[in-house]
């Protein structure tokens, strides 16, 4: 994929606008003592949405659309919501909408994407839920090509935009839990992390795990992950999952990150969905549940290519 297309240019100041606004809305939304310790989700009765610490809750009401990895592929995004009809949908009822990370970096058109999410966050609210991923990091940025996308498009002003993205990023959520059953983020399980509350509050080597760690097929706890360039990224395997569901009371994990699994369900508890096709190697897939009925296994989300 090369820089071949950019949408109208949004003029740096009202990106870095945009960004600062979408953070202090973020920030806002926090709230405290939700999570009582050793709560599972089996006892969080709330009949709202609510945000404690890096975790967004999803009452037991409507339905929710997960998406995976867009990387800078606005197109896809587009398709995806033209798919689904959200915004139709989220005009009359009540479904949440949320992107599992890694919006920039590898194609043509970062921007493009946050633009067009922030903008749905501004209009839905809450009920667009974007958590972070790896790639919602600025020195990732510099490696994977959105600090290229953002100097070719601004020129020297590309350091303010940089800066607003940075102050953005830092105020994502990084795990969605369902009141049915479902426990959604990025990467994957974490080592050493339990219980509802320790997930919200994952922050440094815990954080890391979350967003960048990998299913291995043949591991049964945990083991580094060299791939990922190494000993503080792990894989996990069927029984680090199911003693992380089972520490949550959830029943599955969604979760994005592994193009070459998008679409597969594992240990009938797991589900990975990316939603660029990556230059025509990946399934662009999304994942939809029904809030409203428990989750019991992974067949219970109807995962659907696009
Ligand atoms: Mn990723």
Known sequence: MGFFVFMPEIPAGALAKLLKE????????????????????????????FRQGGLVFLPRHGRVIFFGDVHGDLYALEDLLKATRFEEKAGKGRVFLVGLGDYVDRGPDGVG????LLGLRKK????????????????????????????????KA??????????????????????????????????????????????GDALTQILWNDSG????????????????????????????????????LVRAHEWDKS????????ATVFSTDYGGRARRVYAEADLETRIRNARDLAVKDF
């Open 124 to 155: 839905f609210g809450p009920r667009v839920v974007l958590v972070r991923g790896d790639h919602e990091n600025v020195g990732v940025n510099e490696a994977y090509g959105f600090a290229d996308e953002l100097r070719l498009r601004y020129g």
């Open 217 to 252: 097929e043949k591991v049964a706890g945990f083991a580094p992950n060299w791939q990922r360039g190494g000993d503080g990224i792990k894989l996990f395997g069927k029984k680090a999952l199911e003693d992380f569901l089972d520490s949550i009371g959830a029943r599955v």
């Open 158 to 203: 590309w350091r303010q935009v940089m800066g607003a993205f940075r102050g953005l990023y830092s105020s994502l959520p990084h795990v969605v839990v369902t009141g049915n059953g479902i426990v959604a983020v990025h990467g994957g399980v974490p080592e050493g992390v339990n219980g509802l509350s320790g997930l919200a509050y994952a922050s």
């Open 113 to 116: 994407v946050m633009v067009r």
């Open 22 to 49: 979408s953070a202090a809305a973020l920030a806002a939304e926090r709230s405290e003592g939700r999570l009582k310790p050793g709560v599972k989700l089996a006892g969080l009765r709330s009949a709202e949405l």
């Open 263 to 270: 679409g597969e369900t594992m240990w009938g508890r797991l």
